[in-house]
């Protein structure tokens, strides 16, 4: 279900139009934040190339780390769906929660009591000032789309999710969901 009107725990779906955005060319955003002061939100289907042990080596497990967005991208952030065992994490919605006590999350890693489904890492975040992200929609840049996964977001496969989506919304957006990244492959 879309809607035009974001709130904290949605999905933004980049357009087919803002093919050639480096950061959010085929982007599902995970909105961790949205007020009137301006948003924050995580990209969910951008892999890099690292895991969290090349970052912080003293956790020694091999979880992907995504590219969460253009701002701060030298600065680690998480999505978790353990909300019990990390203290200090703030809710976002149907049971995801952002950030927390990162030494705690390393010894539940390092301890196995936590694994990649119940945790998602990311360099940098997606940030808009206040009307920003009003003024993007209005530009069709994004669609706004109720998170219908809740916490099982956290385990939905990266490589296909803007595709799924393109289809989920039918119409002339199912003819984008098989078009090549880059147009120049067509």
Known sequence: MTSTTPKK???LIAEPAI???????????????????????FILNKPLEYTIKDLIPEVKA?????????V????????HKVPDLIPNSIEISLGIYWGGDFKRVAELIT???????????FLGYSGWDSN????????NSWLVSENIYEKNIIEKDYA???????????GEYSIWSNAPE???YN
């Open 9 to 11: 725990g949605d999905l």
């Open 19 to 41: 093919i050639g955005d480096v950061s959010f060319n085929r982007s599902i955003v995970l909105l961790a934040d949205h007020t009137k002061d301006g948003s924050i939100g």
């Open 62 to 70: 091999a979880f992907k780390v995504y590219n969460g967005g253009p």
């Open 72 to 79: 701060e991208q030298d600065n680690l952030y998480f999505i």
């Open 111 to 121: 301890n196995d009591i936590i694994n990649e489904n119940d945790i998602r890492f």
């Open 132 to 139: 920003q992200l009003e003024d993007e929609l209005k530009a």
């Open 160 to 170: 296909s999710f803007w595709k799924e989506k393109m289809l989920e919304l039918g």
């Open 182 to 184: 880059n147009p120049n």
